[in-house]
């Protein structure tokens, strides 16, 4: 009996609890909740930091089904496990290779275990105006600079879907004597389907952490993290996930990841073939597309692989911003995107997506791609220069400070993360120099609709060292 059964088969016997949590399984008036299942570690439902039975039991399976050494069930989202998987993968001090566009929780885990950052650029892809891969030759170089960097980050997929070669950048790590920790975050359902690229549980990575539920059918903060290679200390790894994740764990969440595997060992030949081929009709019909485009990155130099499940679409040569497009599919077809900003309209989809969603979709593109007007955008000018790192995240953040207005701050020291969402990746970070560009690069994005925000100051502000 799976998870999924067992709380069920509780939930409807007669079973008093006089144990936490405090609504006793009884749905209030007008909620949406399974009260009826919401348990706590009572008998025979295993702990997660503890896993003995039914808990161990489900992590086993997700092992053998990602072909991981062992995974770890996460309820706090892939947050959680890039913290926790940082922090088992170096001591305080040390020094890692990171991508600078790592999502926010790495900056965190910097922060929170003082390490020393070097960041590396992936090359930019001009035509798409999207970031591209992180380049093995990339890696090297810095390896070289820097080979007391014990642990190397990067995100594969990004959230636009672009791989890097994580197989060649495992094996230059490795030679390094450091650790490869892989943000797959938006790759949970990689591995599965021929149409797309591997996961890095199988080339090499040392540990992969990945979000269920962003492409998988899975609830919202459902993630899971897999260490793949002998040389990780498992027992520290499962330390700091007690660390990092709350001590009770949602037994929806659980049942649901254990029925969510439960699908992918039955049936997923048959949702990724489906879904393949979907897709490949989705992009058939967008090859009429004369005005907005849907990306392929894969075709660009500087991608290594894409997930053709992310759905691009490129406004840049059209009298149509991206936010427009969002627009337009929101009120016209009642289609919500993922994410819009100045050039681009993000879709995501997933093995649940229906024919008639899809259908809709490319219906759709196709009437609005008429209605435009050939136009060419003004581009981005690419990838920014890093900020030069005057002194420690720690340090910065824990000194005395002062809030300026943001177009005040030039060539002052930034006591603060200036996030740019989506993605969430920081135009400066704290301890560094705010120079001329990143001011540019800010006010850019935030004439593009992107959300340019501080961690502490108010809308438009920035917290500096004093
Ligand atoms: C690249 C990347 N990594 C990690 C995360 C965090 O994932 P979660 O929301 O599951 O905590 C995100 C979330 O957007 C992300 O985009």
Sequence with gaps: MDLRERLKTYGAGNAYPFHMPGHKRQKQPGSLFPYDLDITEIDGFDNLHHAEGILAEAMERAAKLWGSRKSFFLVNGSSAGLLAGIRALTKRGDKVLMA???????????????????????????????????????????????????????????????????????????????????????????????????????????????????????????AILHVCTEQVDVTEVGRQLSVFQTSSPSYVFMAEMDGCISLLERERESLFAAYEKRLASFYEQMEKLEHIRLCQPENSSFVFGHDRGKLLFFTGNCNLSGVELSDILRERYELEMEMSLSLHTLAMTSIFDTDEGMERLAKAMLEIDKEVMPVKQPLAKGQMVLPQMVCGMEEALQGETTEVMLQDSLGKIAADFLWAYPPGIPLVAPGERISEEVLAQAFYMQKNGVNVQCAFAKDGWIRLRF
């Design 100 to 222: 600078r566009g790592c999502h926010r929780a790495v900056y965190h885990a910097v922060e929170l275990c003082g390490l020393h950052p070097v960041y590396m650029q992936a090359a930019w892809v001009e035509e798409m105006q999207i970031s591209g891969s992180i380049q093995p030759e990339t890696v090297e170089k810095h390896l070289q600079e820097h080979p007391d960097c014990n642990l190397v980050i990067l995100t594969s997929p990004t959230y636009e879907g672009v791989v890097s070669d994580i197989a060649e950048i495992a094996k230059i790590a490795h030679r390094y004597g450091a650790y490869l920790l892989v943000d797959e975050a938006h790759g949970a359902h990689l591995g599965f389907g021929e149409g797309f690229p591997d996961t890095a549980v199988h080339l090499g990575a040392d540990v992969v952490v990945q979000s269920l539920h962003k492409t998988l059918p899975c609830p919202t903060q459902t």
